[in-house]
């Protein structure tokens, strides 16, 4: 019981140094892209500083490499003009790198003109923290048509996602109802520890106390993929979480009730340690 409760104080504390702070890393980056497809040029601006800088890596069919400046004034002149197809572009990933008032953030996409594939690359972000909040202070991407992600998904994902974001989010939150509602009477919450196997009502009784504070943990999903059961009443998935132990693992279980609600029933955390460094995390456990 030591070493759990001592990883779990670790995993609710540390995600309010770096976690919780992801997540408003990330808002300059979610309003531009829901400003775009609303077409609200307004909500595009205040993402960005002023001084923004706006560049795209383009290469040509004999492989020269140019780099374009754009200005945010045409940008955001564009984005409010009205569009015969809506503006959508798909964000798969985010990769986050902070020191204090200075972030990085990289992302593959996907751009979309109403329902047709544009092209894809990679979004990198430089962000800056100000009194306001995080603002964009520089854009570059690269451009492409090839080998670029789909939005093909089952339409049931919908529902599933929407779940397992908004469980993600009480979390960061510190939002215990919506959290611990998600969870199924029966279920079993399983953590990084070897000792964290947790029953629910072990698991709220234990971890209360730390939705008291503004952030109880903060992960960011950066990618999902769910399955179904032939009769469609049981999910399984896994996904991919940036946390403060770097990347993570999930996958749970999750079952609809009678009323056709889906209840998250398991559901297990693992950090991921890349095959290069197995090796080197073997060695720290023999030292322990």
């Not at 990289?106 to 800056?128: A, I, P, Q, R």
């Not at 009477?185 to 730390?210: C, H, M, N, Q, V």
């Not at 297990?268 to 095959?275: G, T």
């Amino acid at each position: 019981m030591t070493k759990s409760i001592f990883s779990f104080l670790l995993l609710a504390f540390f995600p309010i140094l770096l976690g919780a702070q992801d997540t408003e890393i990330l808002k300059p980056i979610h309003q531009l892209f829901d400003g775009m497809r609303a077409g609200d040029s307004t909500a595009v601006r205040n993402a960005f500083m002023p001084t923004v800088l706006m560049e795209t890596i383009s290469t040509s069919k004999e492989g020269k490499v140019t780099v374009k400046e754009g200005e945010l004034l045409d940008f955001v002149t564009a984005v409010g003009t009205p569009h015969v197809a809506q503006w959508d572009e798909k964000i798969w990933s985010y990769k986050i790198r902070k020191d204090k008032n200075l972030a990085t953030v990289w992302t593959d996409y996907t751009f979309y003109l109403g329902d047709k594939l544009s092209h894809c690359g990679v979004n990198s972000f430089t962000l800056v923290k100000h009194l306001s909040g995080w603002k964009i202070k520089h854009l570059i991407d690269t451009r492409h048509r090839e080998n670029c992600q789909t939005n093909i998904t089952d339409p049931r994902d919908e529902a599933i996602n929407q779940l397992m974001d908004n469980w993600h989010h009480a979390a960061a939150t510190g939002d215990e109802t919506v959290f611990f509602n998600t969870l199924g009477p029966e279920s079993i919450y399983i953590g990084t520890d070897a000792s964290e196997r947790w029953t629910k009502t072990e698991f709220e009784a234990f971890a209360l106390k730390y939705f008291e504070r503004d952030t109880a943990w903060a992960f960011q999903p950066l990618e999902r993929k769910i399955y179904y059961s032939k009769k469609g009443d049981v999910a399984w998935f896994n996904e991919t979480l940036d946390t403060w132990m770097d990347v993570c693992r999930g996958s749970g279980i999750l079952e609809k009730d009678t009323s056709g609600k889906w209840i998250l029933q398991h559901y297990h955390l693992a950090i991921a340690v890349p095959n290069e460094k197995v090796e080197g995390y073997l060695e720290l456990l023999k030292e322990e």
